[in-house]
């Protein structure tokens, strides 16, 4: 193993660069940002959920005094060019395209649905100029359910699609499937769904878009998971070249997926910029995020499992019909993840999936953390259910089933070698951790009393980044670059395409830089949210640990070697002989011989060495991800469910996780709650509700109900040891796993609680009303 | 248009704020203290809260002219010095925050909170919060930073009742 020069700050709970700034107020997120003679948007939104667009009148909101512009669909179809959405176009999407414009043109296709847009000198004067505009709509059918979406005769949203199909009908099959379901001692079939549900960062969508005529430049502020993608998003709708686009941002205030590439709002605000050749502001306010910037999840899974009487989990066939919303996005690239995915951890030696995704007049599907996430809940449901048919116990299953850790790995039958995971041990060590007959016995007091407890367990395994692949990196998602220098003043500079949202990379990536390349962490700085300077690159998909953090250290090493090679001129010695410890270099055996980085930078920039010297001390880094491997885990939880209120309280709450090598303990589990806390949200409390005509039900946030401090336990942390894989870059993402694992935890607790009533749970939202209705539906005379 | 006389982060500001204009946009445009965060605009998410007289208020739901007279801290008051308060220092220490949106919100709901309720448990502390929203953390970070501000205010109250002293950085 190459060991990172010196451990000092890897691996430490070093306290975040970021917060200094964060804690004073002096964070700069995007709404924070006012240009001179910065003009304000905001949008005309659709009441109805299906509708053609008959007349927009803007006669009235034209002439309010402070509107300087209304544009309507027309318009802004005028001023930009027809196309894919960006993000779909980089992942290669092939499948069915439709054809849209940026504000509605001919119908209206979701509640919300933006029609035209008023931009004026303030917000307020905007709003009072959508109040003005007058819309004429033609109700059309509303096309709200999937069952309904999927029959022919529905009103198809797209005209150039002719239904309302986003993603063809397609069947894989792994293994023998026939086979093993006819063989197989039992067969088991259920259906499972997964509501609707959505990201809601604290900071919704915003920009200011702003327009140098003189130099045909767009400033685009944004909040984006990727300054690049967000500036070839905007380059291709406003038909310019990509150079002509500068994408900036800085504080972002969350995003879970949702800030991707550039909405259709977004690119309208640029649109209307360049039009005026002024800068507008658009940030949207909490009705707009929880009724347009797109929702996530609502899949349904058809499913038959063929077991055996042992409680062997031979073989699945999954059907699955995602809802992708009105513009399908992410919602149809979704499935053939979770294909490869179903298998989990385990030894499953035949799977068929079958997956179809439809369009709707609902919001958008958007990626929402752990995308994938329902092949988790599902595999995790599953083996429940089996268990209990069986009379197995939930642990005991999951250990019989999961797939030894051999040399060569197992193969996921989806194809990707289970290499290092530590699924096995973050069971047993879930069960040291939890007293399973203590709380078995304490379960059957309680029960005696009327109490109803609950213990789940759910495992999980997350390709953060996943093991190398044999075609090797490719793709957005692939190849990750930094650029590092060391500056005259001693810092070292690292220019990233990341762009954290929370995540803390300005701290994690700047541990990682100090210990291999030998400065203070306080002499790094890691450069951000400029497209002009930094390389491209993406935060999301939990990639950042391994392919950032390994290109960190790739770099600082690369640009170590290059100041030592330089050095070895200025100081008359060998390159070998030198080290850079503390900002300082100096010749091995010799501490007096010490000089500055600093100074080996203001020399290499006096040029004295000439030519034949590369006096450049900066590099440009690349790394494929190395070996790889995957993050996982199982976690435990404790509930108390209340069967007269159908409140669920959770006691207690146990993650056993492994995310390979922590570059910093304090924000891995950070993210780790983070992500159980909006797991544990989505199951009792979330829910993006449309009525059967497809108004929308979930617009403030007294219908749609966030986790608070009084409804989140403390989450006891376990870090288990990991199987490195790589010479060096052992560090997993851990982004997401919480929130893929938690949903079917608290689910297997609350079924377990109620296993006196006989109760199966088939579904994943679970508020009071539900568990209410569950009891009543298992026992009718009760 | 009314003129408004306030006393924000102890200086005295003067405005002309349309009568509907809310006191987070008073605070945000037209004094530039864009510390103060908007999250919902419909009293829920608590990222916009201030002190207002001593009380944390939702910016969102009161309208700038209603403050004329009041005394204001925003977060930007906190430690004016440009360092940290005991809370913002105990809340770095604790790794309380994540992407930064609801942390004002959070800061000084807790300082009001702290000023009244120097003794609070856990449970009272989660209690305190539970009208802020935060979507990243799942708030155990940000409860212990209370609780070791808590703690660290009551040390430190020892110390500077031995000393004579009467500096206190979370004020409220």
């Known amino acids: 193993m190459t060991a990172i020069a010196a451990e000092r700050y890897t691996g430490a709970s070093i306290k975040r660069s970021e917060d200094p700034r964060i804690l004073t107020g002096a964070g700069r997120y995007v709404d924070d940002i006012k240009l001179p003679g910065m003009l304000h948007a905001a949008f005309v939104r659709s009441p109805m959920a299906h509708a053609q667009v008959l007349s927009v009148d803007i006669s009235a909101a034209q002439a309010l005094p402070g509107v300087v512009a209304v544009l309507t669909g027309a318009d802004l179809e005028a001023m930009t060019v027809p196309g894919p959405d960006a993000l779909m176009a980089l992942m290669g999407w092939a499948g069915p395209t439709p054809e849209f414009t940026l504000l509605a043109t001919d119908k209206v296709r979701l509640v919300g649905d933006p029609v035209a847009v008023v931009i004026a000198e303030s917000r307020y004067l905007a709003e009072d100029g959508c109040e003005l505009v007058e819309v004429e709509y033609d109700d059309l059918p509303a096309v709200v359910s999937a069952a309904f979406a999927l029959d022919p005769g529905s009103p198809p949203l797209f005209a150039n699609l002719g239904d ?279 379960q059957a007091e309680a029960r005696a009393q009327g109490r109803y407890l609950g213990i789940g367990v759910a495992t999980f395994i997350e390709a953060a980044p996943g093991p190398r692949a044999p075609e090797g990196a490719s793709g957005p998602m692939g190849m990750e670059s930094m650029r590092l220098r060391l500056e005259e003043d001693g810092i070292v500079a690292l220019f990233t395409g990341q762009m954290p949202h929370g995540q803390s990379h300005q701290t994690t990536l700047a541990q990682i830089a100090a210990d291999e390349f030998g400065v203070p962490f306080e002499q790094v700085r890691v450069v951000i949210g400029d497209s002009d300077i930094v390389p491209f690159g993406l935060t999301g998909g939990s990639r950042s640990a391994t392919m950032t953090g390994g290109v960190t250290l790739h770099g600082a090493r690369q640009l170590k070697a290059k100041v030592l090679d330089f050095a070895a001129h200025l100081m008359e010695a060998s390159a070998q002989d030198l080290l850079i410890t503390d900002g300082n270099v100096w010749v091995r055996g010799d501490p007096a011989s010490a000089i500055a980085v600093s100074e080996v930078a203001q020399r290499a920039a006096a040029g004295q060495f000439g030519a034949g010297v590369d006096a450049e001390l900066e590099v440009e880094a690349t790394f494929d991800g190395g070996e790889g491997g995957w993050s996982g885990g199982t976690h435990c939880a404790i509930v108390d469910v209340d069967t007269e209120t159908g409140i669920v309280t959770i006691e207690r709450y146990v993650a056993a996780e492994d995310c390979g090598k922590l570059i910093n303990p304090a924000v891995v589990e950070g993210q780790i709650r983070g992500g159980v806390a909006q797991g544990i949200g989505a199951v009792l409390l979330e829910r993006s509700a449309y009525g059967e005509d497809g108004s929308f039900q979930s617009a403030t946030f007294m219908d749609y109900l966030m986790p608070t401090a009084c409804d989140i336990p403390r989450i006891e942390i376990e870090h288990l040891q990991t199987v490195p894989l790589d010479s060096d870059v052992n560090f997993r993402g851990v982004g997401e796993g919480g929130m893929i694992v938690a949903p079917p935890t608290i689910v297997n607790a609350i079924e377990d609680a109620l296993s006196p009533f006989g109760v199966r749970i088939y579904e994943q939202h679970l508020p009071p009303a539900r568990i209410l209705e569950l009891i009543a539906e298992a026992n009718p005379g009760r | 248009m009314a003129d408004i006389t306030l006393r924000i982060n102890g200086a005295t500001r003067t405005g002309s704020p349309e009568a509907r204009k809310t006191l987070a946009d008073f605070l945000r445009d037209d004094l530039e203290l864009t510390g103060t965060h908007v999250g919902c605009e419909h009293g829920v998410c608590g990222a916009c809260t201030v002190i207002v007289d001593g009380r944390a208020v939702r910016s969102c739901l009161m309208l700038a002219v209603q403050a004329a007279g009041s005394e204001v801290t925003t977060i930007e008051g906190l430690a004016p010095d440009g360092g940290l308060g005991t809370l913002q220092q105990a809340m770095w220490d604790s790794h309380s925050f994540q992407c930064g949106f609801c942390t004002p919100g959070f800061v000084m709901q807790a300082t009001a909170f702290l000023g009244s309720h120097p003794d609070a448990d856990e449970q009272q502390i989660r209690e305190a919060l539970s009208g802020n929203i935060c979507r990243c953390t799942g708030y155990q970070s940000i409860v212990d930073g209370v609780l070791l501000a808590a703690q660290r205010n009551r040390q430190g109250a020892t110390v500077k009742a031995e000393r004579g002293s009467d500096h206190d950085s979370n004020r409220g």
């Open chain 1, 164 to 442: 309302n199909i986003a993603l063809p009908c397609s069947r894989h099959e792994f293994g023998d499937v026939a086979g093993t379901l006819a063989a197989a001692d039992r067969v088991i079939d259920l259906h499972i769904d997964v509501h609707r549900h959505q990201n809601v960062p604290m900071e919704g969508r915003g920009c200011v878009a702003s327009y140098d005529a003189g130099l045909g430049v767009l400033t685009m502020y944004a909040a984006t998971q990727s300054v690049h993608v967000t500036r070839i998003a905007v380059a291709m709708r406003l038909g310019t070249e990509p150079d002509k686009v500068r994408v900036l941002a800085g504080d972002i205030g969350g995003s879970f997926g949702l800030k991707i590439g550039a909405s259709r709002e977004e690119l309208a605000v640029a649109a209307s910029s360049r039009h005026l050749g002024r800068p507008v502001k658009w940030v949207e306010d909490r009705g707009e995020n929880l009724t347009a910037s797109g929702q996530a999840r609502e899949e349904s899974f058809d499913i038959r499992a063929a077991v055996s009487n042992d409680g062997d989990l031979l073989g699945l066939d999954v059907k699955m019909v995602v809802d992708t919303g009105a513009y399908p996005g992410m919602g149809a690239m979704v499935p053939a993840i979770m294909e490869g995915m179903l298998p989990g951890p385990y030894k499953l030696a035949a799977l068929g999936f079958e997956s179809t995704g439809v369009i709707t007049n609902k919001a958008t599907y958007v990626a929402y953390r752990g995308p994938w996430a329902s092949e988790t809940f599902v595999r995790e449901r599953v083996l429940n259910l089996i268990a209990k048919d069986l009379g197995l116990d939930p642990v005991d299953i999951r250990l019989r089933n999961v797939a030894p850790r051999t040399d060569p790995p197992t193969m996921m039958i989806t194809g990707r070698p289970l290499a290092g995971t530590t699924s096995r041990e973050s069971l047993e060590r879930v069960t040291q951790l939890v007293d399973f007959p203590a709380f078995r016995r304490r």
